[in-house]
């Protein structure tokens, strides 16, 4: 059994966007976790994590539906304000869910303010292209935005299930062109979700400014995000093979999460040729 002793990680401040850019310029590792209640925040915040994203994954990991399709606007701002009550240090990211943001850019600056008062730091939206024009006028208004690209978990029935995005040339120029764009539109951070890491190496190479944080898009990603319950093997079932059971070397959740933060920074994960597409 290993322990991670708190001595392992430098001292905290609250974290900030322009400290999340420091270190992407420096070539620090960026780690972020999903959570969805303010006991872990606490553990998370103390064992070093990062980033923490209120991600509608919480549908299925939490509420136990199907998918993120049904997660509703005053869920997420529900959990974002149990989150923020637990949180010192850490940079607190909150997905505008399904139907919230896709109607109009007036829409997704009502849905996105709910978040902010919520006490969400930057709000995430899935999706290239369209969603471009959107990111401009968010952040022009002041608020934060992460993209999602790749498998984008809100389209998984358009999609045709959770596929690995970008595997052909004319998928991986789309995936590259869109990153673009959302670079240009203002996206300070974008979630990269299963791609091959090729494509998603090239989106940071293309985009420095952007900070890109991987899950299941290989070690060349600025940053990497896993859903809290799949990296601590909570998840019953086949887990995808991007996802590390750090409880396996025992311990405490607060140890695996520290190994979690350390392996990120480290860069031992993700492995490319274990978690790698
Ligand atoms: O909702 C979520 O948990 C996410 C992560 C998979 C990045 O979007």
């Known amino acids: 059994m290993s322990s991670v002793t708190p001595a392992a990680l430098p001292a905290r401040k609250p974290m900030n966007l322009h400290r999340l850019r420091e270190m992407h310029s420096q070539g620090e590792k960026i ?33 136990g539906q199907p998918s993120t399709v049904p997660v509703t606007l005053d869920e997420i701002a529900y959990h974002t304000r149990c989150v923020v009550r637990g949180n010192r240090n850490v940079w607190i990211v909150s997905d505008l869910p399904f139907g919230s943001y ?11 303010v709910a978040l902010m008062q919520a006490g969400a730091h930057m709000v995430k939206l899935e999706g290239g292209g369209w969603t471009a024009e959107t990111v401009h006028f968010l952040t022009e208004r002041g608020i934060p935005v992460c993209a999602h690209l790749g498998l984008t978990p809100q389209s998984v029935h358009a999609l045709g299930g959770y596929r690995i995005q970008g595997r052909d040339p004319a998928g991986a120029e789309t995936l ?5 764009e959302l670079a240009q539109a203002g996206a300070a951070m974008a979630v990269l979700e299963l791609m091959p890491s090729d494509v998603a190496a ?76």
């Open 31 to 63: 780690t972020m976790l999903t959570c969805y209640e303010s006991s872990m925040t606490r553990v998370m915040d103390d064992a070093g994590v990062d980033c923490i994203l209120i991600g509608d994954s919480l549908g299925m990991v939490v509420q």
């Open 102 to 112: 896709q109607e109009s850019r007036e829409q997704a600056l009502r849905s996105s």
């Open 202 to 277: 090239d989106v940071q190479a293309d985009n420095p400014g952007m900070i890109t944080i991987g899950i299941g898009a290989g070690q060349r990603t600025a940053g990497q995000v896993l859903v809290m319950h799949d990296m601590l093997h909570i998840t019953r079932g086949k887990l995808p093979r991007f996802v590390r059971n750090f409880m396996a070397e025992g311990g405490s959740i607060e140890d695996a999460i520290r190994r979690f933060v350390l392996s990120v920074k480290d860069g031992s994960f993700p492995d490319e040729a274990i978690h790698g597409y």
């Open 176 to 180: 590259r062109r869109h990153a673009k």
